[in-house]
């Protein structure tokens, strides 16, 4: 494995985009967004800028939370579904022995390995083995070696096909009568799809970071950044400032409000986390996106500013 470790850091950051990219339609359509959203939580052009700032780091860009890959081998990609195979993909690095080409055919070539063992389509083991690949050149061949390679997903969950995911990300909730006569219509929030009751409600038009404010669950003891009471969502401004409560968009970006380019959206790129021009993206601030449908997110483990460095 020392030698795939050493092929994979001849790779920069673009290449890595592009051998994404190349391979995105090929990944099943349950875990487009989600891989996208992970190499967004975890990009290589951060992890070279800690290394050079070093013990400076945490200072410097004004990290909160868990940002080192070498700390979280098995648990950062938790929120892909191909999550489930996480045990066969990582053996399957670590066992691979093909030729050390490309990019986009290496991930391919890992993918392919582990369905032999994991008895699932192709397309579902893409997205996990270039998550896992890049997991290994941050967190290096010994800390990735040693994780056990244990899955981080509940057994309710498990249970869950890709068509019954992709078909709740899509649902609405009911209005019923209420709704029927022109009432407040509230929508459901998810944050966590490995959990039932990971989800609050929020009111048509609310911002997300408000509606969180309802969930009255001390996430705290999960989550040092979150304030006791304020829901999970991390938050400290709710002015689009901090950057502390972006999240990722799995399903339902098309029901949030449009990034005002003046606000949220210059705000992303100086927190380093998005560059992107489109009105609807996969990584929002929760505090000025509104929802007007039911939407799953995801909730990074990390927040900073390091945007000066990427330009």
Request: net charge neutral.
């Amino acid at each position: 494995m020392d030698s795939l470790y050493e092929h994979l850091c001849g790779f920069d950051a673009e290449a890595w985009r592009r051998a994404v990219d190349t391979l995105a339609a090929e990944i099943h359509p349950i875990d487009q967004n989600a891989t996208r959203i992970w190499f967004a939580f975890y990009p290589l052009e951060l992890h070279l800028a800690i290394e050079a700032a070093g013990a400076d780091a945490e200072r410097r860009f004004g990290l909160m939370g868990k940002w080192r890959l070498a700390d979280q081998v098995d648990a950062s990609h938790r929120f892909l579904y191909g999550h489930r195979y996480w045990p066969q993909v990582k053996t399957a690095i670590q066992q691979f022995e093909g030729p050390l080409g490309a990019l986009a055919p290496l991930i391919a070539a890992v993918a392919d390995h582990a369905t032999r063992t994991a008895r699932v389509d192709r397309d579902q083991l893409i997205g996990p083995a270039a998550v896992g690949l890049m997991t290994l050149r941050q967190a290096g061949a010994p800390a990735f070696a040693a994780a056990p390679g244990a899955l981080q997903v509940s057994p309710e969950a498990r249970r869950q096909s890709p068509h019954q995911i992709l078909g709740r990300r899509a649902r609405d909730d009911s209005q019923g009568l209420m709704g029927f006569l022109g009432g407040t219509k509230k929508w459901t929030v998810t944050f966590d799809e490995n959990d039932p009751a990971a989800a609050f409600r929020c009111i048509d038009g609310q911002e997300l970071a408000s509606a969180a404010q309802s969930d009255k669950r001390d996430y705290h003891l999960r989550d040092r950044r979150c304030t006791p009471g304020e829901g999970p969502i991390p938050v400290e401004c709710r002015a689009a400032s901090c950057g502390t409560c972006w999240v990722g968009v799995l399903g339902g970006a098309e029901k949030l409000s449009p990034v005002s380019d003046r606000d949220e959206g210059r705000r992303m790129k100086v927190f380093g986390y998005s560059d992107t021009n489109e009105p609807n993206p996969l990584l929002r601030l929760s505090c000025q996106a509104r929802a007007f449908g039911a939407v799953s997110v995801v909730i990074p483990p990390w927040n900073g500013i390091w945007g000066k460095v990427k330009a």
